[in-house]
Protein backbone atom coordinates (compact mmCIF):
# COMPACT_ATOMS: atom_id res chain seq x y z
CA UNK A 1 0.00 0.00 0.00
CA UNK A 2 1.09 3.51 -0.61
CA UNK A 3 1.72 5.33 2.41
CA UNK A 4 -0.50 8.43 0.76
CA UNK A 5 -3.60 9.59 2.26
CA UNK A 6 -6.33 7.81 4.57
CA UNK A 7 -6.70 4.09 4.54
CA UNK A 8 -10.56 3.50 4.18
CA UNK A 9 -12.53 0.22 4.21
CA UNK A 10 -12.08 -0.30 0.50
CA UNK A 11 -8.25 -0.85 1.21
CA UNK A 12 -8.80 -2.86 4.12
CA UNK A 13 -11.78 -5.07 2.79
CA UNK A 14 -10.39 -5.48 -0.51
CA UNK A 15 -6.58 -5.82 -0.21
CA UNK A 16 -5.81 -6.14 4.18
CA UNK A 17 -8.33 -7.88 5.12
CA UNK A 18 -7.33 -10.85 2.86
CA UNK A 19 -3.79 -10.31 3.92
CA UNK A 20 -4.33 -11.38 7.14
CA UNK A 21 -5.64 -14.74 5.78
CA UNK A 22 -3.31 -16.01 3.06
CA UNK A 23 -0.52 -15.27 5.64
CA UNK A 24 -1.42 -18.69 7.05
CA UNK A 25 -1.09 -20.59 3.49
CA UNK A 26 1.99 -18.37 1.81
CA UNK A 27 5.01 -16.77 3.09
CA UNK A 28 4.06 -13.65 3.40
CA UNK A 29 6.29 -10.24 2.06
CA UNK A 30 4.59 -7.01 2.87
CA UNK A 31 5.51 -3.43 1.53
CA UNK A 32 4.94 -0.12 2.16
CA UNK A 33 5.92 1.28 -0.93
CA UNK A 34 6.96 4.73 -0.21
CA UNK A 35 8.76 5.18 -3.69
CA UNK A 36 5.21 4.77 -5.25
CA UNK A 37 4.17 7.40 -3.11
CA UNK A 38 6.34 10.02 -4.62
CA UNK A 39 5.26 9.78 -7.85
CA UNK A 40 3.01 12.34 -6.82
CA UNK A 41 4.33 15.37 -4.10
CA UNK A 42 3.87 14.46 -0.95
CA UNK A 43 4.50 16.52 1.88
CA UNK A 44 8.08 15.08 3.63
CA UNK A 45 6.88 15.23 6.88
CA UNK A 46 3.48 13.43 6.84
CA UNK A 47 5.06 10.80 4.07
CA UNK A 48 7.70 10.12 7.04
CA UNK A 49 4.54 9.60 9.76
CA UNK A 50 2.49 8.14 7.26
CA UNK A 51 4.72 5.04 6.46
CA UNK A 52 5.04 4.37 10.56
CA UNK A 53 1.26 4.78 10.75
CA UNK A 54 0.30 2.05 7.61
CA UNK A 55 2.67 -0.44 9.35
CA UNK A 56 0.52 0.31 12.73
CA UNK A 57 -2.28 -0.42 10.22
CA UNK A 58 -1.15 -3.55 9.15
CA UNK A 59 -0.41 -4.55 12.34
CA UNK A 60 -3.35 -3.74 13.87
CA UNK A 61 -5.02 -5.68 11.10
CA UNK A 62 -3.46 -8.67 12.77
CA UNK A 63 -0.61 -9.16 9.82
CA UNK A 64 2.33 -11.23 12.56
CA UNK A 65 5.39 -10.22 12.11
CA UNK A 66 6.83 -13.47 13.55
CA UNK A 67 4.96 -15.17 10.57
CA UNK A 68 5.25 -12.26 7.86
CA UNK A 69 7.85 -9.59 6.99
CA UNK A 70 6.86 -6.39 6.82
CA UNK A 71 9.17 -3.64 4.72
CA UNK A 72 9.63 -0.42 3.54
CA UNK A 73 10.06 -0.36 0.03
CA UNK A 74 13.04 2.55 -0.37
CA UNK A 75 14.81 0.12 2.61
CA UNK A 76 15.60 -2.36 0.40
CA UNK A 77 17.61 -0.73 -2.60
CA UNK A 78 17.14 -4.06 -5.17
CA UNK A 79 13.57 -2.25 -5.46
CA UNK A 80 14.28 0.44 -6.95
CA UNK A 81 17.47 -1.67 -9.18
CA UNK A 82 15.18 -4.43 -10.71
CA UNK A 83 12.52 -1.43 -11.96
CA UNK A 84 15.04 0.29 -13.92
CA UNK A 85 15.97 -3.28 -15.76
CA UNK A 86 12.49 -3.87 -16.08
CA UNK A 87 11.56 -0.42 -17.78
CA UNK A 88 14.64 -0.95 -20.26
CA UNK A 89 12.21 -4.35 -21.57
CA UNK A 90 8.99 -1.94 -21.37
CA UNK A 91 7.52 -0.68 -24.27
CA UNK A 92 5.93 2.91 -23.82
CA UNK A 93 2.84 1.84 -24.77
CA UNK A 94 2.31 -0.62 -22.51
CA UNK A 95 2.38 1.86 -19.79
CA UNK A 96 0.41 4.68 -21.59
CA UNK A 97 -2.46 2.38 -21.94
CA UNK A 98 -2.83 1.49 -18.34
CA UNK A 99 -6.17 2.76 -16.88
CA UNK A 100 -4.69 4.10 -13.46
CA UNK A 101 -2.00 5.83 -15.12
CA UNK A 102 -4.74 7.67 -17.69
CA UNK A 103 -6.88 8.89 -14.47
CA UNK A 104 -3.72 10.20 -12.56
CA UNK A 105 -2.52 11.63 -15.19
CA UNK A 106 -5.78 13.53 -16.24
CA UNK A 107 -5.22 15.12 -12.84
CA UNK A 108 -2.17 16.72 -13.41
CA UNK A 109 -1.27 19.45 -15.25
CA UNK A 110 2.35 18.23 -15.38
CA UNK A 111 2.97 14.43 -15.62
CA UNK A 112 5.90 13.17 -13.95
CA UNK A 113 7.88 10.43 -15.69
CA UNK A 114 7.79 8.47 -12.40
CA UNK A 115 3.74 8.28 -12.75
CA UNK A 116 4.46 6.43 -15.78
CA UNK A 117 7.00 3.78 -14.72
CA UNK A 118 5.03 2.99 -11.52
CA UNK A 119 4.01 -0.61 -13.00
CA UNK A 120 7.41 -1.31 -13.87
CA UNK A 121 8.40 -0.45 -10.43
CA UNK A 122 5.45 -2.50 -9.28
CA UNK A 123 6.14 -5.69 -11.22
CA UNK A 124 10.02 -4.97 -9.71
CA UNK A 125 8.10 -5.35 -5.77
CA UNK A 126 6.68 -8.82 -7.34
CA UNK A 127 9.33 -10.31 -8.84
CA UNK A 128 11.96 -9.20 -7.00
CA UNK A 129 10.76 -12.04 -4.72
CA UNK A 130 9.52 -14.95 -6.92
CA UNK A 131 6.01 -14.17 -6.00
CA UNK A 132 3.48 -16.94 -6.38
CA UNK A 133 0.57 -14.76 -5.97
CA UNK A 134 -0.38 -11.01 -5.18
CA UNK A 135 -3.13 -10.74 -3.23
CA UNK A 136 -5.25 -7.10 -4.44
CA UNK A 137 -8.36 -5.53 -5.32
CA UNK A 138 -9.49 -5.35 -8.76
CA UNK A 139 -8.59 -2.34 -9.48
CA UNK A 140 -5.05 -3.45 -9.63
CA UNK A 141 -5.54 -6.57 -11.78
CA UNK A 142 -4.31 -4.85 -14.45
CA UNK A 143 -0.89 -3.90 -13.46
CA UNK A 144 -0.48 -7.46 -12.39
CA UNK A 145 -1.61 -8.30 -15.93
CA UNK A 146 1.17 -5.75 -17.04
CA UNK A 147 3.65 -7.39 -14.74
CA UNK A 148 3.18 -10.56 -16.32
CA UNK A 149 3.51 -9.52 -19.27
CA UNK A 150 7.29 -7.64 -18.22
CA UNK A 151 8.07 -11.09 -17.16
CA UNK A 152 7.51 -12.83 -19.62
CA UNK A 153 8.97 -10.40 -22.30
CA UNK A 154 11.94 -10.50 -20.02
CA UNK A 155 12.18 -14.19 -20.19
CA UNK A 156 11.73 -14.16 -23.97
CA UNK A 157 14.55 -11.77 -24.26
CA UNK A 158 17.02 -13.14 -21.76
CA UNK A 159 15.81 -16.55 -20.50
CA UNK A 160 13.90 -18.10 -17.51
CA UNK A 161 14.17 -15.87 -14.91
CA UNK A 162 10.80 -14.40 -13.34
CA UNK A 163 8.31 -16.91 -12.28
CA UNK A 164 4.80 -15.98 -13.15
CA UNK A 165 2.68 -14.20 -10.30
CA UNK A 166 -1.06 -14.74 -10.10
CA UNK A 167 -3.55 -12.37 -9.17
CA UNK A 168 -5.29 -13.55 -6.33
CA UNK A 169 -8.77 -11.17 -6.01
CA UNK A 170 -10.81 -11.62 -2.88
CA UNK A 171 -14.57 -13.37 -3.48
CA UNK A 172 -16.38 -10.07 -2.02
CA UNK A 173 -15.06 -6.70 -1.52
CA UNK A 174 -12.44 -6.65 -4.35
CA UNK A 175 -14.53 -2.91 -5.50
CA UNK A 176 -15.39 -0.90 -2.64
CA UNK A 177 -17.06 2.05 -4.46
CA UNK A 178 -17.76 5.59 -3.19
CA UNK A 179 -20.16 6.45 -1.01
CA UNK A 180 -21.18 9.50 -2.18
CA UNK A 181 -21.05 8.42 -5.83
CA UNK A 182 -21.36 4.55 -5.89
CA UNK A 183 -19.98 5.06 -9.73
CA UNK A 184 -16.52 5.35 -8.92
CA UNK A 185 -14.56 3.44 -6.94
CA UNK A 186 -13.42 4.51 -3.18
CA UNK A 187 -10.29 5.78 -3.30
CA UNK A 188 -7.69 8.09 -1.24
CA UNK A 189 -7.46 11.00 -3.15
CA UNK A 190 -11.32 11.39 -3.70
CA UNK A 191 -12.06 15.07 -2.46
CA UNK A 192 -15.80 14.77 -1.41
CA UNK A 193 -15.93 14.55 2.94
CA UNK A 194 -18.80 11.62 2.82
CA UNK A 195 -16.79 9.45 0.08
CA UNK A 196 -15.11 6.81 2.13
CA UNK A 197 -14.93 5.54 5.79
CA UNK A 198 -11.54 5.57 6.79
CA UNK A 199 -9.95 3.04 9.36
CA UNK A 200 -9.20 5.70 12.22
CA UNK A 201 -12.86 7.07 11.45
CA UNK A 202 -14.26 7.33 14.86
CA UNK A 203 -17.95 5.67 15.19
CA UNK A 204 -20.30 9.17 14.68
CA UNK A 205 -18.50 9.85 11.87
CA UNK A 206 -18.49 6.51 10.37
CA UNK A 207 -22.71 6.47 11.46
CA UNK A 208 -22.62 10.18 9.44
CA UNK A 209 -20.90 9.30 6.03
CA UNK A 210 -22.89 5.96 5.85
CA UNK A 211 -26.25 7.55 6.99
CA UNK A 212 -25.54 9.69 3.61
CA UNK A 213 -24.65 7.46 1.77
CA UNK A 214 -26.36 7.83 -2.18
CA UNK A 215 -28.75 5.58 -2.68
CA UNK A 216 -31.92 5.44 -5.17
CA UNK A 217 -35.65 6.34 -5.48
CA UNK A 218 -36.68 2.98 -4.39
CA UNK A 219 -37.66 2.69 -0.57
CA UNK A 220 -36.33 -0.71 0.03
CA UNK A 221 -33.80 -3.32 -1.21
CA UNK A 222 -34.99 -5.36 -4.09
CA UNK A 223 -31.95 -8.04 -5.11
CA UNK A 224 -33.90 -7.94 -8.75
CA UNK A 225 -33.55 -4.55 -9.27
CA UNK A 226 -30.29 -3.17 -7.32
CA UNK A 227 -29.08 0.15 -7.84
CA UNK A 228 -24.85 1.00 -7.56
CA UNK A 229 -25.58 2.39 -4.65
CA UNK A 230 -27.11 -0.47 -2.59
CA UNK A 231 -24.95 -3.13 -3.89
CA UNK A 232 -22.11 -1.26 -2.67
CA UNK A 233 -23.76 -1.12 0.97
CA UNK A 234 -24.10 -4.84 1.10
CA UNK A 235 -21.35 -5.24 -0.61
CA UNK A 236 -19.64 -3.81 2.56
CA UNK A 237 -22.10 -5.28 4.38
CA UNK A 238 -21.45 -9.11 3.26
CA UNK A 239 -17.59 -8.03 3.03
CA UNK A 240 -16.96 -7.29 6.71
CA UNK A 241 -19.67 -9.83 8.11
CA UNK A 242 -18.47 -12.70 5.52
CA UNK A 243 -22.25 -13.88 5.11
CA UNK A 244 -23.42 -15.96 2.27
CA UNK A 245 -25.42 -14.66 -0.92
CA UNK A 246 -27.96 -16.71 0.92
CA UNK A 247 -28.12 -15.21 4.24
CA UNK A 248 -27.75 -11.79 2.28
CA UNK A 249 -30.86 -12.21 0.56
CA UNK A 250 -33.19 -13.60 3.41
CA UNK A 251 -32.16 -10.90 6.21
CA UNK A 252 -31.76 -7.36 3.88
CA UNK A 253 -34.73 -8.52 1.25
CA UNK A 254 -37.37 -5.68 1.48
CA UNK A 255 -35.55 -3.95 4.14
CA UNK A 256 -36.06 -0.44 3.68
CA UNK A 257 -32.82 2.12 3.24
CA UNK A 258 -32.98 3.70 6.29
CA UNK A 259 -32.27 0.06 8.51
CA UNK A 260 -29.48 -1.08 5.99
CA UNK A 261 -27.35 1.90 6.70
CA UNK A 262 -27.61 1.46 10.24
CA UNK A 263 -26.40 -2.45 9.75
CA UNK A 264 -23.59 -1.38 7.37
CA UNK A 265 -22.80 1.22 10.12
CA UNK A 266 -22.92 -0.93 13.12
CA UNK A 267 -20.89 -3.56 11.19
CA UNK A 268 -18.32 -1.07 10.29
CA UNK A 269 -18.07 0.25 13.67
CA UNK A 270 -18.08 -3.08 15.69
CA UNK A 271 -14.83 -4.39 13.57
CA UNK A 272 -12.96 -0.97 13.49
CA UNK A 273 -13.28 -0.64 16.83
CA UNK A 274 -10.82 -3.53 18.06
CA UNK A 275 -8.60 -2.41 15.09
CA UNK A 276 -8.61 0.97 16.26
CA UNK A 277 -7.42 -0.57 19.81
CA UNK A 278 -4.72 -2.69 18.71
CA UNK A 279 -3.60 0.21 16.48
CA UNK A 280 -3.03 3.02 19.32
CA UNK A 281 -1.45 0.36 21.00
CA UNK A 282 0.63 -0.49 18.45
CA UNK A 283 1.93 3.27 18.18
CA UNK A 284 2.22 3.65 21.41
CA UNK A 285 5.95 2.53 21.74
CA UNK A 286 7.73 4.89 19.68
CA UNK A 287 10.23 2.32 18.80
CA UNK A 288 7.96 -0.99 17.88
CA UNK A 289 7.43 -0.10 14.49
CA UNK A 290 10.86 0.46 13.35
CA UNK A 291 12.15 -2.01 14.61
CA UNK A 292 9.50 -3.93 13.09
CA UNK A 293 10.44 -2.57 9.92
CA UNK A 294 13.98 -3.18 10.48
CA UNK A 295 13.85 -6.51 10.69
CA UNK A 296 11.84 -7.20 8.06
CA UNK A 297 14.33 -5.22 5.65
CA UNK A 298 16.82 -7.32 6.99
CA UNK A 299 14.70 -10.83 6.42
CA UNK A 300 14.22 -9.80 2.27
CA UNK A 301 17.08 -8.68 1.38
CA UNK A 302 19.01 -11.53 0.65
CA UNK A 303 15.92 -12.59 -1.50
CA UNK A 304 16.06 -9.59 -3.20
CA UNK A 305 19.78 -9.15 -3.94
CA UNK A 306 20.24 -12.63 -5.21
CA UNK A 307 17.47 -12.35 -7.74
CA UNK A 308 19.05 -8.63 -8.76
CA UNK A 309 22.28 -10.44 -9.01
CA UNK A 310 20.15 -13.02 -11.75
CA UNK A 311 18.78 -10.17 -13.36
CA UNK A 312 22.51 -8.48 -14.14
CA UNK A 313 24.22 -11.73 -14.93
CA UNK A 314 21.32 -12.49 -17.63
CA UNK A 315 21.65 -9.01 -19.25
CA UNK A 316 25.10 -8.96 -18.93
CA UNK A 317 25.67 -6.06 -16.66
CA UNK A 318 28.75 -6.35 -14.25
CA UNK A 319 28.74 -8.46 -11.49
CA UNK A 320 31.83 -9.53 -9.53
CA UNK A 321 33.69 -12.73 -11.25
CA UNK A 322 32.62 -15.48 -9.39
CA UNK A 323 35.27 -17.02 -7.07
P1 LIG B 1 -3.62 1.92 -2.90
O1 LIG B 1 -4.80 2.63 -2.33
O2 LIG B 1 -3.43 2.17 -4.36
O3 LIG B 1 -2.37 2.07 -2.10
O4 LIG B 1 -4.03 0.38 -2.85
C1 LIG B 1 -3.74 -0.51 -1.81
C2 LIG B 1 -4.54 -1.80 -1.98
O5 LIG B 1 -5.93 -1.55 -1.73
C3 LIG B 1 -4.47 -2.40 -3.40
O6 LIG B 1 -4.39 -3.81 -3.30
C4 LIG B 1 -5.78 -1.99 -4.02
O7 LIG B 1 -6.21 -2.91 -5.02
C5 LIG B 1 -6.73 -2.01 -2.82
N1 LIG B 1 -7.84 -1.06 -3.02
C6 LIG B 1 -7.72 0.29 -3.16
N2 LIG B 1 -8.95 0.86 -3.31
C7 LIG B 1 -9.86 -0.16 -3.25
C8 LIG B 1 -11.29 -0.22 -3.34
N3 LIG B 1 -12.02 0.89 -3.51
N4 LIG B 1 -11.89 -1.42 -3.23
C9 LIG B 1 -11.15 -2.54 -3.05
N5 LIG B 1 -9.79 -2.56 -2.97
C10 LIG B 1 -9.15 -1.39 -3.06
Same mark, same amino acid.
Given at each position: MQPSGNLHIGNYLGALKNWVRVQADYECIFCIVDLHAVTVYQDPAELRAKIIEIAGLYLAAGIDPRQSSIMVQSAVPAHAELAWMLTCVTPVGWLERMTQYK +? !??? !? /? =?SVGDGLLQYPCLMAADILLYQAAAVPVGEDQAQH? =? #? &? $?? @?? /? $???? #?? %? =?TFVMPATSLPGVGARIMGLDDPTTKMSKSAAGANHAVALLDPPDRIRKI *??? +? &? &???NPAVDFENLGDGVANLLNIFQAFAGWTGAQMRAHFSGMRYGDLKKQVAEITISQLEPFQQRYREMM????? @?? %? @?? $? =? %? +? +?? *???IANSTVDLVKRRMGLYTEPRP
Open positions: +A !KAA !K /Q =EL =E #L &T $RD @IA /Q $RFNS #LY %G =E *VMR +A &T &TDSSDPDY @IP %G @IL $R =E %G +A +AR *VSP
